[in-house]
């Protein structure tokens, strides 16, 4: 089974950065795809990007141009940088991998990370 493990949240003011970092462990197959969601109360978990073993990227609307996304297959990480932070990007993070073996697609999650946006 696969582990995924979120670092890198906290309280950050409007306009500010932080870092995202997550982990995986475990048998993971080669074919995959790693990216963060969020989720605020009440609200559908939403995509917010995803990057495939091949580097392929993919962005929610809401936060292209402001987040980046990246990783290191050596090291099963995947990162989200995170730039010009509003008030509104307040939400739980939460790693997820895709694992594409041809009859389906398996998903694992994180237990997430809080990112608060606030003066």
């Known amino acids: 089974q696969v582990q995924l493990v979120e670092s890198g949240g906290g309280l950050v003011q409007p306009g500010g950065s932080l870092r995202l970092s997550c982990v995986a462990s475990?048998?993971?197959?080669?074919?995959?795809?790693m990216g963060w969601y969020r989720q605020v109360p009440g609200k559908e978990r939403e995509l917010v990007a995803a990057?495939?073993?091949?580097?392929?990227?993919n962005y929610g609307d809401s936060v292209k141009g402001r987040f980046f996304i990246s990783r290191d297959n050596a090291k099963n990480t995947v990162y989200l940088q995170m730039n010009g932070l509003k008030p509104e990007d307040t939400a739980v993070y939460y790693c997820?991998?895709?694992?594409?073996?041809?009859?389906?697609?398996?998903?694992?999650w994180g237990q997430g990370t809080q990112v608060i946006v606030s003066s």
């Open positions: 990057i495939s073993n091949g580097g392929t990227t």
């Open positions: 997820c991998l895709e694992e594409v073996r041809g009859v389906g697609v398996f998903r694992s």
């Open positions: 475990g048998s993971i197959f080669s074919i995959n795809v």
